[in-house]
């Protein structure tokens, strides 16, 4: 290397002569590293990063993952069907197929809701969207798969996932809005 | 302090209910008087003498008769007995003790008028006077009163009586109509009003029970005679209601013009136990209420009541003492009108149901410092904007009660109590 | 002729014509719900405030009729006042599950409050609990709560359909609609009573919940379900056709259609259609594109072929179809098939007519132009005798209007060979045992551009609604590839080579740009646009 450092600056008066200035650089980043290194090794408590995926963030509960379709007191869907958050979704990746049920208080609900995860942008538009606090993004980010197909997700995956325990409760109840008469 | 008994004179006596009876005291003397005469002299007859409609609104007669269009159409004359308006017991009066005075007056208004087939509409309720009157009627048309042919004049008329089932709303005019025809007993849109085309699209004239008895006594003593009694735009004499905190209530026959506080406190005795006077509605429910001081300054005319924002109506004089709670009454009159709107116009049908809800929420102690302002407001928006007038008597006792009686509405909506009775008067569901 | 002044601006109007038709012919805004202009006056929403000059009380513009001079005004701040709390009104026991009402997004209490309202209610009781999803008929949901009683449906049934079902119970803010006793709503206009209540309260079962009306778009064009050509909307998107309604023509239907007419929207579906033409080899099907397959046939069509048409096509269809076939084979090989013609005079009083072909009227005027005076006999006997070896037969889409199908259909497979053109598909024709069927898809009417002849002669063009089978062919095509003189019908591009490559292109070329993506597109920016706000 015969290259010629001109444009560097000389690292001041050094007695150590020409071609050593970097040293104190290289240590200077070396102990930077060891300081790390040890400090990874020994102190646990004070180490930044995780073992992902052994280890995983916990994100604030208003962070916006996966959705959570909520339920009703007897565990049905809170969803009305009203199209709203489809309507609302700016990457078209809710399907949903509406249907007449049996209680004349329940009226309409959804057989089929389905979202693409892979079209969604978690923009969080449905949730604004819904009337009923019906849909949620919950907490839940790292969801990979082996197909596309299973990134569709209906509503046994978004209502009643295991790490959902059974369902989320919807803020709105029915029995309270008519008794109220709204 | 006396009534000034003319269209009353003879209620006295039992036999006056019969026809025999009647005759005695010169029954139907006048009718065989009017055959004699012009139908179009009657009406005239009838608008000199100034008579105005008895049963609220204070319609001229004779003028209402001569809305009449001359088509050679068939013509009907209408009876309103339905006497709905809370307060109001003076046609019953009527109809129980001169039932013949009654027919004989649309016999005379049915020749005035050209008609050949009347119905009296009595309310459902009145099982007592529809006996009277269809005795009434059996005898009248045995003595070839009523039929053809009546009194050899050549004049024939039928007469029937028709039972309400029991609605405020038939007592309006057009809302009596459709109950007749027998649709549900709702207002129609008025044009065209039903002197040109009422009971089965017909001419129709509609005319209150007291108003029909008074032609008896136009014909009598003349359209002069007539005017003798009451004030120059009011005259005549009417039949007032007096109920409420009085000692002596009941129907009394007063000139128009009279002194409202010779009313109560001279023939009605004053207020029992001695109370205090302490609010009145000059007539019947659907009337703005006055203060005991506007009351002491009321005399009982159609224009001195409608100067005061209030009106004669019916002439059901309904006085309140100091034991009343205004918010209380007013509760009661909302529960009325709430029941009864015929739920025709959006205005009528929700007010009156949100009114009734707003005082119930008040009285069971619920209420909150703007609910005052809006039974104002909402009655304000509800006044004049439907067809028939259920939805202006439901909306100016509210405008009154609030407007004069503020203090007890506001100490009620703060404290949560009553400023009278110290307590929660919540008996809402009492009604129900 | 009296002259009055509404809103400042003079208009002369005919005698007795009311306040809100004038408004309404001169495009001024007012607000309203029992007016209906099919129906009569009953002026019991109070929301067509007007004030007249001279006049202290507001008046309603639907019963007062304009006099001489009248000064009208609907601007004021009263009046507002007035519609405000008219609307407040309506509104304190209306539900708001707007969500879930299928009327949401052309709601009159929506776009009036959106227009006219208070924004500040202060109603704060509860509401008046009533009936929900009460069936009032085979077609129709009603939903009490919903009601505002504005009795355009009782007037309804008691002036047009003169059917007398629905009536209004109980008084007061306890009122309902609902059928007299021992009926039901299920005359044959009852779905009318859906099209003008201006809330949810009455709707249709059919239409119930399958989609939000803000995913549909809407086309004008003529009902094909009977001779009477009612002027129709039908509403769809991508997914298919939805429902059908009525629009306003003085000449035709008025406000008003039947509701069999409703169900014509489903002929055109994918679901009830052959994608693809077909042909059985030994007993197996072998799917081909609809013009390749009219190619392919053409060497059946002879000197011995027949035709077979029904009026269920359009004019310029007709007239094409009809020509070439004639100019080939002759005008005394094509027949018309008719259905029930022995109750084509019959008319139940409003709009409903026996002929159930939208265009007979156009069919025969075709047969009298080209000469063509054959006989329904005259075809089973050639059939019997054999002389027929190939029939061509235009099947009718309405296919339910024709009870005779199945034994025609075996009358026509006496035919050696039996070219199908339908649009529907039947699975009677599926299971039909002949040797040599060939059956070609065509376009449904709503794909297609053309006219009809009413019953009384009135000529009346639509256009064509949207695609849904891009590779089906109307009449005229079909006709045209299967006689080899399809030519100068339609426009041919040059990158084709060859016969066969032609007719492809020909259908390439028809394909429309997919619209639906685009609308959806701008939907999506406008909503972006919103996100950002």
Same mark, same amino acid.
């Given at each position: 290397?015969?290259?010629?450092?001109?444009?560097?600056?000389?690292?001041?008066?050094?007695?150590?002569?020409?071609?050593?200035?970097?040293?104190?650089?290289?240590?200077?980043?070396?102990?930077?590293?060891?300081?790390?290194?040890?400090?990874?090794?020994?102190?646990?408590?004070?180490?930044?990063?995780?073992?992902?995926?052994?280890?995983?963030?916990?994100?604030?509960?208003?962070?916006?993952?996966?959705?959570?379709?909520?339920?009703?007191?007897?565990?049905?869907?809170?969803?009305?069907?009203?199209?709203?958050?489809?309507?609302?979704?700016?990457?078209?990746?809710?399907?949903?197929?509406?249907?007449?049920?049996?209680?004349?208080?329940?009226?309409?609900?959804?057989?089929?809701?389905?979202?693409?995860?892979?079209?969604?942008?978690?923009?969080?538009?449905?949730?604004?969207?819904?009337?009923?606090?019906?849909?949620?993004?919950?907490?839940?980010?790292?969801?990979?798969?082996?197909?596309?197909?299973?990134?569709?997700?209906?509503?046994?995956?978004?209502?009643?996932?295991?790490?959902?325990?059974?369902?989320?409760?919807?803020?709105?109840?029915?029995?309270?809005?008519?008794?109220?008469?709204? | 302090?006396?009534?000034?008994?003319?269209?009353?004179?003879?209620?006295?006596?039992?036999?006056?209910?019969?026809?025999?009876?009647?005759?005695?005291?010169?029954?139907?003397?006048?009718?065989?008087?009017?055959?004699?005469?012009?139908?179009?002299?009657?009406?005239?007859?009838?608008?000199?003498?100034?008579?105005?409609?008895?049963?609220?609104?204070?319609?001229?007669?004779?003028?209402?008769?001569?809305?009449?269009?001359?088509?050679?159409?068939?013509?009907?004359?209408?009876?309103?007995?339905?006497?709905?308006?809370?307060?109001?017991?003076?046609?019953?009066?009527?109809?129980?003790?001169?039932?013949?005075?009654?027919?004989?007056?649309?016999?005379?208004?049915?020749?005035?008028?050209?008609?050949?087939?009347?119905?009296?509409?009595?309310?459902?309720?009145?099982?007592?006077?529809?006996?009277?009157?269809?005795?009434?009627?059996?005898?009248?048309?045995?003595?070839?009163?009523?039929? /053809?042919?009546? !009194?050899?004049?050549?004049?024939?008329?039928? @007469?029937?009586?028709?039972? &309400?089932? +029991? =609605?405020? #709303?038939?007592?309006?005019?057009?809302?009596?109509?459709?109950?007749?025809?027998?649709?549900?007993?709702?207002?129609?849109?008025?044009?065209?009003?039903?002197?040109?085309?009422?009971?089965?699209?017909?001419?129709?004239?509609?005319?209150?029970?007291?108003?029909?008895?008074?032609?008896?006594?136009?014909?009598?003593?003349?359209?002069?005679?007539?005017?003798?009694?009451?004030?120059?735009?009011?005259?005549?004499?009417?039949?007032?209601?007096?109920?409420?905190?009085?000692?002596?209530?009941?129907?009394?026959?007063?000139?128009?013009?009279?002194?409202?506080?010779?009313?109560?406190?001279?023939?009605?005795?004053?207020?029992?136990?001695?109370?205090?006077?302490?609010?009145?509605?000059?007539?019947?429910?659907?009337?703005?209420?006055?203060?005991?001081?506007?009351?002491? /300054?009321?005399? !009982?005319?159609?224009?001195?009541?409608?100067? @005061?924002?209030?009106?004669? &109506?019916? +002439? =059901?004089? #309904?006085?309140?003492?100091?034991?009343?709670?205004?918010?209380?009454?007013?509760?009661?009159?909302?529960?009325?009108?709430?029941?009864?709107?015929?739920?025709?116009?959006?205005?009528?049908?929700?007010?009156?149901?949100?009114?009734?809800?707003?005082?119930?929420?008040?009285?069971?102690?619920?209420?909150?410092?703007?609910?005052?302002?809006?039974?104002?407001?909402?009655?304000?928006?509800?006044?004049?904007?439907?067809?028939?007038?259920?939805?202006?008597?439901?909306?100016?006792?509210?405008?009154?009660?609030?407007?004069?009686?503020?203090?007890?509405?506001?100490?009620?909506?703060?404290?949560?109590?009553?400023?009278?009775?110290?307590?929660?008067?919540?008996?809402?569901?009492?009604?129900? | 002729?009296?002259?009055?002044?509404?809103?400042?601006?003079?208009?002369?109007?005919?005698?007795?014509?009311?306040?809100?038709?004038?408004?309404?012919?001169?495009?001024?805004?007012?607000?309203?719900?029992?007016?209906?202009?099919?129906?009569?006056?009953?002026?019991?929403?109070?929301?067509?405030?007007?004030?007249?000059?001279?006049?202290?009380?507001?008046?309603?513009?639907?019963?007062?009729?304009?006099?001489?001079?009248?000064?009208?005004?609907?601007?004021?701040?009263?009046?507002?006042?007035?519609?405000?709390?008219?609307?407040?009104?309506?509104?304190?026991?209306?539900?708001?599950?707007?969500?879930?009402?299928?009327?949401?997004?052309?709601?009159?209490?929506?776009?009036?409050?959106?227009?006219?309202?208070?924004?500040?209610?202060?109603?704060?009781?509860?509401?008046?609990?009533?009936?929900?999803?009460?069936?009032?008929?085979?077609?129709?949901?009603?939903?009490?709560?919903?009601?505002?009683?504005?009795?355009?449906?009782?007037?309804?049934?008691?002036?047009?359909?003169?059917?007398?079902?629905?009536?209004?119970?109980?008084?007061?803010?306890?009122?309902?609609?609902?059928?007299?006793?021992?009926?039901?709503?299920?005359?044959?206009?009852?779905?009318?009573?859906?099209?003008?209540?201006?809330?949810?309260?009455?709707?249709?079962?059919?239409?119930?919940?399958?989609?939000?009306?803000?995913?549909?778009?809407?086309?004008?064009?003529?009902?094909?379900?009977?001779?009477?050509?009612?002027?129709?909307?039908?509403?769809?998107?991508?997914?298919?056709?939805?429902?059908?309604?009525?629009?306003?023509?003085?000449?035709?239907?008025?406000?008003?259609?039947?509701?069999?007419?409703?169900?014509?929207?489903?002929?055109?579906?994918?679901?009830?259609?052959?994608?693809?033409?077909?042909?059985?080899?030994?007993?197996?099907?072998?799917?081909?594109?609809?013009?390749?397959?009219?190619?392919?046939?053409?060497?059946?069509?002879?000197?011995?072929?027949?035709?077979?048409?029904?009026?269920?096509?359009?004019?310029?269809?007709?007239?094409?179809?009809?020509?070439?076939?004639?100019?080939?084979?002759?005008?005394?090989?094509?027949?018309?098939?008719?259905?029930?013609?022995?109750?084509?005079?019959?008319?139940?009083?409003?709009?409903?007519?026996?002929?159930?072909?939208?265009?007979?009227?156009?069919?025969?005027?075709?047969?009298?132009?080209?000469?063509?005076?054959?006989?329904?006999?005259?075809?089973?006997?050639?059939?019997?005798?054999?002389?027929?070896?190939?029939?061509?037969?235009?099947?009718?889409?309405?296919?339910?209007?024709?009870?005779?199908?199945?034994?025609?259909?075996?009358?026509?497979?006496?035919?050696?060979?039996?070219?199908?053109?339908?649009?529907?598909?039947?699975?009677?024709?599926?299971?039909?045992?002949?040797?040599?069927?060939?059956?070609?898809?065509?376009?449904?009417?709503?794909?297609?551009?053309?006219?009809?002849?009413?019953?009384?002669?009135?000529?009346?063009?639509?256009?064509?609604?949207?695609?849904?089978?891009?590779?089906?062919?109307?009449?005229?095509?079909?006709?045209?590839?299967?006689?080899?003189?399809?030519?100068?019908?339609?426009?041919?591009?040059?990158?084709?080579?060859?016969?066969?490559?032609?007719?492809?292109?020909?259908?390439?070329?028809?394909?429309?740009?997919?619209?639906?993506?685009?609308?959806?597109?701008?939907?999506?920016?406008?909503?972006?646009?919103?996100?950002?706000?």
């Amino acid at each position: 290397m015969k290259a010629e450092p001109k444009n560097f600056p000389q690292s001041g008066a050094s007695s150590a002569g020409v071609g050593m200035w970097y040293l104190t650089g290289i240590l200077g980043g070396l102990k930077i590293t060891l300081t790390h290194l040890l400090r990874n090794l020994f102190f646990k408590k004070k180490r930044i990063t995780l073992n992902y995926p052994e280890e995983k963030y916990t994100y604030s509960p208003r962070f916006k993952g996966n959705h959570v379709l909520t339920v009703k007191k007897d565990g049905s869907l809170r969803c009305t069907a009203c199209m709203l958050c489809a309507t609302a979704c700016p990457a078209e990746c809710i399907t949903i197929v509406a249907a007449e049920h049996d209680d004349p208080r329940v009226e309409k609900y959804p057989i089929k809701y389905e979202i693409d995860m892979l079209r969604c942008v978690f923009c969080g538009f449905c949730e604004e969207a819904c009337p009923v606090d019906a849909i949620r993004m919950g907490p839940e980010w790292q969801t990979p798969d082996l197909a596309d197909g299973n990134f569709i997700y209906d509503i046994k995956r978004l209502a009643y996932r295991p790490q959902l325990k059974g369902g989320v409760l919807s803020v709105v109840d029915d029995e309270e809005r008519h008794q109220a008469g709204i | 302090m006396k009534e000034t008994k003319v269209l009353t004179e003879h209620y006295d006596k039992e036999e006056y209910r019969f026809l025999e009876g009647y005759q005695k005291w010169g029954g139907y003397s006048m009718l065989r008087k009017a055959l004699k005469m012009k139908p179009g002299d009657i009406v005239e007859m009838v608008k000199a003498s100034g008579l105005r409609g008895r049963g609220g609104a204070g319609f001229p007669t004779g003028v209402k008769w001569g809305f009449l269009p001359k088509n050679g159409e068939p013509r009907y004359l209408l009876c309103n007995a339905d006497e709905g308006e809370p307060g109001t017991f003076k046609d019953r009066l009527i109809m129980e003790r001169a039932p013949h005075q009654l027919i004989e007056g649309m016999l005379i208004a049915a020749y005035a008028i050209e008609s050949h087939k009347s119905y009296i509409y009595v309310r459902g309720e009145y099982n007592y006077p529809i006996r009277v009157l269809e005795k009434a009627l059996e005898e009248a048309y045995q003595a070839g009163l009523l039929g /053809r042919n009546i !009194l050899g004049s050549g004049f024939h008329h039928d @007469m029937d009586i028709y039972r &309400g089932a +029991g =609605a405020y #709303i038939c007592g309006e005019e057009t809302g009596l109509i459709s109950s007749l025809e027998g649709y549900k007993g709702q207002p129609k849109l008025k044009p065209p009003f039903p002197a040109v085309q009422g009971y089965l699209k017909k001419p129709t004239i509609v005319n209150n029970v007291e108003t029909l008895a008074a032609v008896v006594i136009i014909l009598r003593d003349g359209p002069e005679g007539y005017r003798k009694y009451g004030t120059e735009k009011s005259p005549g004499t009417k039949i007032f209601s007096l109920s409420g905190n009085v000692l002596r209530p009941g129907n009394y026959e007063v000139p128009l013009g009279f002194p409202l506080k010779d009313l109560i406190f001279g023939l009605g005795g004053g207020i029992p136990n001695g109370h205090q006077l302490k609010a009145v509605i000059p007539g019947g429910s659907s009337a703005p209420v006055l203060t005991a001081e506007e009351a002491m /300054r009321a005399t !009982l005319d159609y224009e001195c009541l409608a100067n @005061m924002g209030t009106m004669l &109506g019916s +002439g =059901a004089v #309904i006085v309140l003492d100091d034991r009343q709670c205004m918010v209380d009454c007013l509760g009661n009159l909302m529960h009325f009108y709430h029941h009864e709107s015929c739920g025709q116009c959006t205005p009528c049908r929700e007010g009156t149901g949100w009114l009734d809800k707003i005082t119930q929420r008040i009285l069971s102690g619920q209420g909150q410092p703007a609910d005052v302002d809006l039974l104002f407001k909402v009655a304000d928006n509800m006044k004049g904007r439907t067809i028939c007038a259920l939805s202006d008597a439901a909306a100016l006792p509210v405008m009154s009660f609030v407007t004069k009686f503020r203090d007890e509405f506001d100490y009620y909506v703060h404290n949560g109590k009553s400023k009278v009775k110290g307590k929660v008067l919540a008996h809402a569901q009492m009604y129900h | 002729m009296p002259r009055c002044t509404i809103n400042g601006v003079e208009i002369e109007v005919k005698e007795g014509t009311t306040i809100i038709q004038a408004m309404m012919a001169h495009q001024q805004r007012i607000a309203h719900y029992c007016w209906h202009p099919g129906l009569s006056v009953a002026g019991v929403c109070r929301l067509c405030m007007v004030e007249i000059e001279g006049n202290p009380r507001l008046q309603i513009a639907c019963n007062t009729v304009i006099t001489e001079g009248m000064k009208i005004n609907n601007t004021s701040e009263k009046v507002k006042e007035a519609v405000k709390w008219g609307l407040d009104f309506h509104l304190i026991n209306h539900p708001l599950d707007c969500p879930i009402c299928d009327q949401a997004g052309e709601c009159g209490l929506q776009e009036q409050y959106m227009e006219f309202g208070k924004y500040d209610p202060e109603m704060a009781e509860p509401k008046q609990k009533k009936r929900k999803v009460v069936d009032l008929g085979p077609r129709v949901v009603l939903d009490s709560e919903r009601c505002i009683l504005c009795s355009r449906c009782v007037r309804f049934t008691d002036e047009v359909s003169k059917s007398y079902e629905l009536g209004i119970f109980n008084r007061g803010d306890r009122s309902e609609i609902g059928t007299h006793a021992g009926k039901t709503l299920d005359n044959k206009y009852s779905l009318n009573t859906v099209d003008i209540c201006p809330v949810g309260a009455l709707t249709s079962r059919d239409f119930r919940f399958r989609q939000r009306v803000w995913y549909l778009k809407d086309q004008n064009t003529i009902c094909n379900g009977c001779s009477t050509g009612c002027h129709i909307k039908v509403y769809f998107n991508k997914e298919g056709f939805f429902r059908v309604k009525p629009v306003y023509n003085a000449e035709v239907n008025g406000y008003w259609m039947c509701d069999e007419g409703r169900d014509i929207y489903r002929f055109a579906n994918k679901e009830n259609r052959w994608q693809q033409g077909w042909y059985r080899v030994d007993g197996n099907i072998v799917e081909l594109k609809p013009a390749e397959l009219a190619q392919k046939i053409q060497s059946l069509v002879t000197s011995q072929s027949a035709f077979v048409v029904t009026g269920q096509f359009t004019c310029e269809e007709l007239d094409r179809a009809i020509g070439m076939f004639v100019k080939k084979v002759g005008a005394s090989n094509v027949f018309h098939w008719q259905n029930e013609p022995e109750r084509w005079n019959d008319f139940d009083g409003i709009l409903l007519r026996g002929d159930r072909n939208p265009n007979t009227r156009g069919l025969l005027e075709v047969f009298q132009k080209l000469q063509i005076n054959t006989h329904w006999d005259q075809l089973i006997q050639k059939l019997q005798q054999g002389m027929i070896e190939t029939l061509i037969v235009a099947a009718p889409e309405g296919v339910t209007w024709y009870p005779d199908f199945k034994e025609k259909l075996s009358i026509f497979s006496k035919a050696k060979n039996l070219i199908w053109l339908q649009s529907v598909k039947r699975k009677e024709v599926e299971e039909l045992p002949h040797k040599s069927l060939y059956v070609i898809p065509l376009k449904s009417y709503v794909e297609k551009n053309g006219t009809f002849i009413n019953y009384a002669g009135l000529r009346q063009s639509f256009k064509a609604v949207t695609t849904v089978l891009h590779e089906t062919l109307t009449l005229d095509q079909a006709l045209g590839l299967m006689l080899g003189s399809w030519e100068g019908l339609i426009p041919v591009t040059q990158n084709a080579s060859g016969v066969t490559a032609n007719a492809m292109t020909l259908v390439e070329t028809e394909r429309p740009k997919d619209r639906v993506l685009n609308e959806t597109r701008k939907r999506n920016e406008f909503i972006f646009q919103r996100g950002r706000l």
